[in-house]
């Protein structure tokens, strides 16, 4: 929706015209996938697709939020939030996390809307979260530190909402770069903002299915890395290298082993990715993150029908030099780095591959670098 729009709807909402607006990205890892939870890398980037807010502070602390794509809304006072299901934990989990790190609140009228399919694996959540931070911020002149907001956002989703994810989708909505992906180091919450290779466009490839419940398996995967990490002696696996897992390897559970030499590969895979974007070397970045998907196909088993379908197909297809799932896998969405000058060809062709293999509708788009939450211009 764009602003003008924006603006209009909170106008024929709330009377008046909004205060000011706001953003905060989805986002699209190309590599680094479920090393977070153990302080290991990830290389996402801030993408093109974005929850929008409209809003004007109140003198009260009432938050009247408007869920436009929901045809929804939720009043409630930003000193006493309460636990809700839907989209309304995520405003409620925010204040609760600003209120927590001693923030005082000021309430808000908003109208929102977003462009990030849910439940697709690009962070329609933490860029919700981030959005309403950044309302909160603006409404109650809140100091805007990026990366302090990325971890209060992730503990609100963390003991708010009850999923127990990483660092990886608050941090590049808040921090993301325009033009630039950015190699995160989990542990210290150090970025490094490396290019996309010249000549090549980062493609997602929507598989048209969306995960159910993985709250559990995405724990389950959690515990199963945590026992990895004990019984190999270090703190987290981060700290765990190929030797060390070939050494102490055979006492661990054959699940829990093909568990850790995911996450152990997958950091190396991301630091020599991060290498290869450095020398714009398009090719090596291609055969890492087609490598990261047959590891979390088959050492760590969050992939699914449908992303292995579209990868197989992406992979065949002209002008495409890797392509593997993204996020926390089953379903969802895929990601492709593709030749700039073949991406038409490379949809067209991808698209019908996939539709008549798997008879789902798929939305193939390629996507640009963007920056973290912030002002909403235009
Ligand atoms: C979800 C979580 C992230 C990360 C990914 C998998 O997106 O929110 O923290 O663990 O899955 O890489």
Same mark, same amino acid.
């Given at each position: 929706m764009t602003p003008e729009r924006l603006r209009a709807a909170f106008e024929s909402r709330f009377g008046v015209p909004p205060d000011r607006l706001v953003r905060a990205p989805g986002r699209v890892n190309?590599?680094?996938?479920?090393?977070?939870?153990?302080d290991g890398f990830v290389l996402p980037m801030a993408i093109d697709r974005e929850v929008r807010v409209a809003l004007s502070p109140r003198e009260d602390a009432t938050v009247r939020l408007v869920a436009l794509d929901l045809d929804d809304e939720d009043t409630f006072d930003a000193t006493a939030p309460h636990r809700k299901n839907g989209w309304a934990s995520y405003p409620h989990g925010v204040a609760w996390a600003l209120a927590e790190e001693g923030h005082a609140l000021r309430g808000f009228d908003a109208v929102f809307t977003g462009d990030v399919p849910r439940g697709a694996?690009?962070?329609?959540?933490?860029?919700?979260?981030?959005?309403?931070?950044?309302?909160?911020?603006?409404?109650?002149?809140?100091?805007?530190?990026?990366? +302090? #907001?990325?971890?209060?956002?992730?503990?609100?989703? *963390?003991?708010?909402?009850? $999923?127990?994810? =990483?660092?990886?989708? %608050?941090?590049?909505?808040?921090?993301?770069?325009? =033009?630039?992906? @950015?190699?995160?180091?989990?542990?210290?919450?150090?970025?490094?903002?490396?290019?996309?290779?010249?000549?090549?466009?980062?493609?997602?490839?929507?598989?048209?299915?969306?995960?159910?419940?993985? /709250?559990?398996?995405? *724990?389950?995967?959690?515990? %199963?890395?945590? +026992?990895?990490?004990?019984?190999?002696?270090v703190a987290v696996l981060r700290d765990a290298t190929m030797d060390l897992?070939?050494?102490?390897?055979?006492?661990?559970?054959?699940?829990?082993?093909?568990?850790?030499?995911?996450? $152990?590969?997958? *950091?190396?895979?991301?630091?020599?990715?991060?290498?290869? #974007?450095?020398?714009s070397d398009a090719a090596t970045l291609g055969r890492l993150m087609s490598a990261s998907h047959v590891s979390l196909r088959d050492d760590f088993e969050v992939s699914g029908p449908a992303l292995d379908t579209m990868v197989q197909i992406?992979?065949?297809?002209?002008?495409?030099?890797?392509?593997? #799932?993204?996020?926390?896998?089953?379903? /969802?969405?895929? $990601?492709?780095? !593709?030749?700039?000058?073949?991406?038409?060809?490379?949809?067209?062709? $991808?698209?019908?591959?996939?539709?008549? +293999?798997?008879?789902?509708?798929?939305?193939?788009?390629? !996507?640009?670098?963007?920056?973290?939450?912030?002002? @909403?211009?235009?």
């Open positions: 190309l590599i680094g996938e479920h090393t977070d939870t153990s694996g690009l962070s329609s959540s933490a860029a919700l979260e981030l959005a309403l931070a950044r309302a909160f911020a603006e409404a109650g002149d809140l100091p805007w530190d990026p990366k +302090a #907001m990325a971890v209060l956002c992730r503990r609100a989703e *963390n003991a708010w909402v009850g $999923v127990a994810s =990483g660092i990886m989708d %608050q941090l590049i909505g808040a921090c993301g770069e325009e =033009g630039r992906a @950015l190699r995160i180091d989990c542990r210290d919450l150090s970025t490094e903002a490396v290019p996309i290779p010249d000549g090549t466009r980062v493609v997602i490839l929507d598989t048209g299915t969306r995960r159910g419940l993985v /709250g559990s398996a995405y *724990n389950e995967r959690r515990a %199963q890395v945590d +026992a990895a990490a004990r019984g190999l002696g897992l070939r050494d102490r390897g055979e006492a661990l559970d054959p699940t829990v082993y093909r568990r850790a030499r995911h996450v $152990v590969s997958e *950091n190396a895979r991301v630091h020599e990715a991060a290498d290869a #974007m450095r020398r992406a992979r065949a297809a002209p002008g495409c030099h890797g392509a593997r #799932m993204t996020g926390a896998g089953f379903a /969802g969405c895929c $990601v492709a780095l !593709v030749a700039e000058d073949a991406v038409d060809a490379f949809v067209t062709e $991808v698209d019908a591959r996939y539709c008549s +293999a798997t008879g789902h509708e798929s939305a193939l788009y390629p !996507v640009r670098a963007s920056a973290g939450a912030g002002p @909403l211009t235009g």
